[in-house]
């Protein structure tokens, strides 16, 4: 007796339909960055999650576990609003994975409608350029629509693969638009990526020459990218050698997802200023510690072991994604692993034993992950009507609110407002028992402080912690104690000397620029 196949979510006739909508309001949404499209496409999977008649394979679990296990060491050094959402990706991705189902046509079918979406976004992507070209008489680097050039590049990128290997519906002659928005971001990563796997997909020798020659010409006339992309590359290798450090200090549950912003000056070796590690890989080895990337690495090798790709342009296409993320961070984009999910549905071996998802289960799941999704966008809703209140000097009103909230007081960026209503209330004590709590002091915090108490020696007991934290420089740059700048301009000429030899590298190349 032949075996019923399992739908999925795909049971129903329009539901590819709503799962492409998920996914452009995701790439429309800032690709899903921040923590508004995050809870956004939680709770729309979530629901979906109730329709959903997949069973569970292998690499699902596999998936699952890093999920929660990532989920759970963001949680462990506090709850925060924005970092829990950030901490949801992998598990939305499992979700997507899991509403995708096991039919093969009918994640064929949406796998073509996204790239006809993002066929358009290129359009408006490409015409934007041109317009700025004519205006500017300048070759413009286009972000749109991500606002991130180099993940736009690698979304681009995949999007021509795909539609020139796979089993796309339009004329193949439209995935050159895809090369020309791909071009104009200037990401040198993502097109190195796809001009070497199209160079592999490539069965024409012809193609192969013109397409070298392309890049070639393109290396040229975008030769001032090119030698800053090289400064780039050693900056994001520091990047990755500082997030080593910080696995290395916290081995076990990492810092957790999103506090590298808060923590990086602790770990940096050398001077850069970014709220990212531009690794996807080692910013899951710092979020989660060496568990968490192990189970990560677990889960991929995993992923590749039960795929039986029909088409070479799906494997290639997931190599891309994943050397990217080696080198950037576009796995913080909530798109990207929308498309690797697709992608890897291709390739899903339906052979293979899969484990039944209980009704009872799944709604249950359904239910929990939809409750913390709401509880999340409440959250964020506070936080947007809290800065106004502060916006508005409603600074009484503002310490009231934060003090009675749940949802704000567990949040980092309402603590950074709450900090500023503290001072113009005039609550000295309860204002520096707060600063006493973070440990990298965003800027204006320290010029609250110091203009609060005028004590510019705690500037000088953080730049001993924090040698690389180059904001303190610019916040002693304003101090009127002569002696007390010139111990921080010796401070300044020790923390070059202990540079790491990564860092001396950059800063070779970067200059004071760096500092």
């Known amino acids: 007796m032949k075996q019923k196949q399992e739908l999925g979510f795909f049971e129903k006739p329009l539901s590819y339909v709503i799962l492409s909508v998920i996914t452009a309001i995701t790439i429309l949404n800032q690709g899903g960055y921040f923590a508004g499209g995050i809870v956004l496409a939680g709770i729309l999977l979530s629901l979906c999650l109730v329709k959903s008649k997949s069973r569970i394979s292998h690499f699902d679990l596999s998936l699952l576990l890093f999920s929660v296990w990532y989920l759970v ?6 709850f925060d609003i924005d970092f829990t959402a950030r901490a949801a990706l992998p598990l939305l991705m499992f979700l997507f994975f899991l509403v995708i189902g096991t039919d093969k046509e009918n994640s064929a079918k949406l796998l073509d409608t996204v790239i006809k979406i993002a066929l358009v976004l290129a359009g408006i992507a490409v015409i934007m350029g041109v317009v700025e070209l004519l205006s500017s008489m300048r070759l413009p ?3 749109f629509p991500l606002h991130y050039a180099n993940t736009t590049g690698i979304l681009f990128g995949v999007m021509f693969l795909l539609a020139g290997h796979g089993n796309f519906k339009a004329p193949r002659a439209l995935r050159y638009l895809f090369l020309a928005a791909l071009l104009l971001t200037q990401s040198v990563g993502a097109i190195a990526l796809t001009v070497l796997a199209e160079l592999i997909l490539s069965k024409s020798l012809k193609k192969t020459l013109v397409y070298v020659v392309v890049l070639a010409l393109g290396a040229f006339l975008l030769k001032d990218r090119v030698i800053q992309s090289m400064g780039t ?24 997802a999103g506090r590298w912003e808060t923590q990086k000056q602790l770990y940096q070796t050398g001077f850069y200023n970014t ?24 889960s991929a090798v995993c992923g590749f ?21 080696l080198l950037d961070f576009s796995f913080a984009f909530l798109c990207i692993g929308f498309l690797l999910a697709i992608i890897l549905a291709q ?3 339906r052979g293979k034993q899969r484990i039944r998802f209980p009704v009872a289960a799944r709604v249950s799941v359904s239910v929990v992950l939809l409750i913390s999704f709401i509880t999340l966008a409440c959250g964020l809703s506070a936080i947007k009507t809290y800065k106004m209140e502060v916006a508005e000097q409603r600074f009484s009103h503002a310490v ?17 407002w709450y ?10 004590e309860t204002f520096q028992t707060l600063i006493e709590t973070i440990d990298v002091l965003p800027l204006d915090m320290i010029v609250m402080q110091q203009q609060y108490e005028e004590d510019w020696r705690s500037t000088l007991n953080y730049l001993k912690q924090q040698p690389y934290n180059s904001y303190l420089y610019d916040a002693m740059e304003t101090c009127e104690d002569e002696t007390l700048r010139a111990e921080a301009t010796s401070l300044f000429s020790e923390a070059i000397d202990n540079l790491s030899p990564l860092g001396k590298i950059l800063y070779k190349i970067e200059g004071e620029k760096q500092s």
Request: proline share 3%.
């Open 141 to 143: 680097r286009v972000d």
């Open 400 to 416: 009231s609110a934060y003090e009675h909230s749940f949802l704000l007081n567990h949040s980092f960026e309402a603590t950074v």
């Open 233 to 256: 590359f050693v900056e994001r290798l520091l990047q990755m050698h500082d997030a080593f450090l910080c696995m290395l200090k916290h081995p076990l549950f990492g810092i957790g």
């Open 73 to 78: 060491c963001a949680v462990i050094p506090g």
């Open 275 to 298: 709220i990212e590690i531009h690794s996807s890989v080692m910013s899951i080895g710092a979020a989660s510690g060496i568990i968490g990337l192990c189970l990560f690495l677990a």
């Open 305 to 325: 072991l039960s795929m039986k790709f029909e088409h070479k342009v799906y494997p290639i296409c997931v190599a891309v994604l994943l050397l990217h993320g």
């Open 419 to 428: 900090a500023k209503a503290l001072q113009m209330t005039g609550k000295a």
């Open 347 to 349: 390739g899903e071996d």
